[in-house]
């Protein structure tokens, strides 16, 4: 992904870093971080999401801004429960699921014809929005708005996504 993004900068004066989000370094204080795609639900330790906002709001120039997304208990109780097998023009794709508790297990099969089996395992959780809230005051950074959203029209319900909006002071 990283690669991709340097050819679609063609030049531009953008400084790309790849890091563990719990303990990067920018180098140098920056305007507004994003932590997109709900990344942030793989960390499963609740100490690890305030690790990681620490250091959100360490590169943050005062007046900063922090956006993020996370799935909700919502989402994963509708997205990361049943069997999933998908097909299309050339894979099956099929997920299963195991929960215990705020943790969801995901184990991925995609099949090609005349390829191996390609089987990965994801792990990801839950956050409650005060766990959340109490993460980011801890770090140093102050809540400033939450927008429920549902960007997955067959699925149900409008609380399945959240997006997060914080600064530092």
Same mark, same amino acid.
């Given at each position: ?54 250091? %959100?709001?360490?590169? &943050?120039?005062?007046? *900063?801004?922090?956006?993020? $997304? @996370?799935?909700?208990?919502?989402? /994963? ?54 766990? %959340?809230?109490?993460? &980011?005051?801890?770090? *140093?950074?102050?809540?400033? $708005? @939450?927008?429920?959203?549902?960007? /997955? ?17």
């Amino acid at each position: 992904m990283l690669h991709k993004a340097q050819i679609r900068a063609a030049g531009r004066p953008i400084t790309f870093l790849e890091a563990d989000m719990r303990t990067f370094d920018t180098h140098k204080p920056v305007d507004a971080v994003t932590c997109l795609y709900a990344s942030l639900n793989h960390l499963l330790d609740p100490d690890d999401l305030t690790r990681t906002f620490t250091r %959100v709001a360490a590169h &943050l120039r005062p007046g *900063g801004v922090f956006v993020f $997304d @996370l799935n909700s208990d919502h989402a /994963f109780k509708a997205l990361w429960r049943s069997p999933v097998t998908e097909r299309g023009p050339g894979f099956t794709l099929q997920r299963r699921f195991q929960s215990n508790g705020a943790q969801t297990t995901m184990r991925l099969q995609i099949e090609r014809p005349n390829h191996p089996p390609v089987r990965d395992t994801l792990t990801a959780r839950s956050f409650r929005e005060s766990t %959340v809230r109490t993460s &980011l005051v801890d770090a *140093g950074l102050t809540f400033r $708005d @939450l927008a429920h959203f549902n960007p /997955f029209p067959s699925v149900p319900g409008t609380k399945l996504k959240q997006l997060w909006t914080a600064t530092y002071r």
